[in-house]
C-alpha cells in the first residue's frame, strides 16, 4: 500500500510560493488586458461600421472557437516565424491568455450593453446627450452592474487557465510542481498539495461572486 508522506514537501515551500506568487500576478496580467481587449472587441461587435465590426467579430469567434492551449503552442512557435519577432514563454503565454480571455470578455460586455433597454439611449439623445454620452453615462453604468458576476467568473477561469502555461516552461504553480515532483519522486503528495492550494483561492472566491450575484439580484 502507498505510504503517504507530505512531509517532504515542506522542502520545496520556496519552490511552490515562487510559484504561486508567478500564477497570481500573470493572473493579474491577463484579467487586466482581456478586459481591455474585451472592451474593444464589445464596442467592435457593437459599432455601425462594418468592416470594424468584421474584425470585431473575427477575433471573438477565432478565439474563442479555438482551444487555449494550441494558442499557447501556436503564439510561442508559429507567430515568431510568421512576424519575425522573437516571442518569449512568458510574453507567448500572456498575449494568447489576454486574447482568449478578451474574446469571451467581449461577449459578456457586449451582452450586457445590449440587455439595457434602447429606450435609455433615446432618452440620452432627447436630453441632448451624443451616443457616446448616452453609452457614458446611461448604458454602461446599468450594464456594469449586470457583467459584474459574469465577468468575475470569467475571471476566475482565467485563473486555472493559467496553469496550462506550464506547458511553455513558464514557471508558474504547475511547472514547479513538476520540478518538485521530479525531484522528490513525489507526484501524488506534489500534485494533490497544488490542487488544494488552487482550491483555497478558488473557492473563497467563488463564493463572493456567488454573493455578489444574489445582492445584485436584490437591488435589481
Request: charged share 15%.
Amino acid at each position: 500500500m502507498y505510504q503517504w508522506d507530505f512531509g517532504i514537501l515542506w522542502s520545496y515551500r520556496w519552490l511552490f510560493l515562487n510559484g504561486l506568487g508567478v500564477t497570481v500576478g500573470f493572473t493579474v496580467v491577463i484579467v487586466v488586458c482581456g478586459l481591455l481587449f474585451g472592451l474593444l472587441g464589445a464596442f467592435g461587435s457593437l459599432s455601425r461600421f462594418r468592416p470594424l465590426r468584421l474584425v470585431a467579430l473575427t477575433f471573438i469567434e477565432a478565439f474563442r472557437c479555438t482551444p487555449i492551449l494550441v494558442q499557447l503552442i501556436w503564439f510561442y512557435y508559429a507567430l515568431p516565424i510568421l512576424a519575425g519577432v522573437e516571442m518569449t514563454p512568458i510574453t507567448a503565454s500572456a498575449l494568447a491568455l489576454s486574447l482568449y480571455g478578451g474574446s469571451f470578455y467581449s461577449e459578456i460586455i457586449r451582452g450586457g450593453i445590449v440587455s439595457i433597454d434602447k429606450g435609455q439611449s433615446e432618452a440620452g439623445a432627447a436630453l441632448g446627450m451624443t451616443p457616446g454620452q448616452s453609452m457614458r453615462r446611461i448604458v454602461l453604468p446599468q450594464a456594469i452592474k449586470r457583467m459584474i458576476p459574469a465577468l468575475m467568473n470569467q475571471s476566475i477561469i482565467q485563473f486555472k487557465n493559467t496553469s496550462l502555461v506550464s506547458v511553455l516552461a513558464v514557471p508558474d504553480l504547475v511547472y514547479q510542481s513538476q520540478v518538485a515532483a521530479h525531484d522528490s519522486y513525489r507526484p501524488l503528495e506534489t500534485y494533490t498539495a497544488v490542487a488544494v492550494a488552487y482550491a483555497a483561492i478558488l473557492i473563497p472566491l467563488t463564493i463572493l461572486v456567488r454573493r455578489g450575484e444574489k445582492r445584485l439580484a436584490v437591488s435589481e
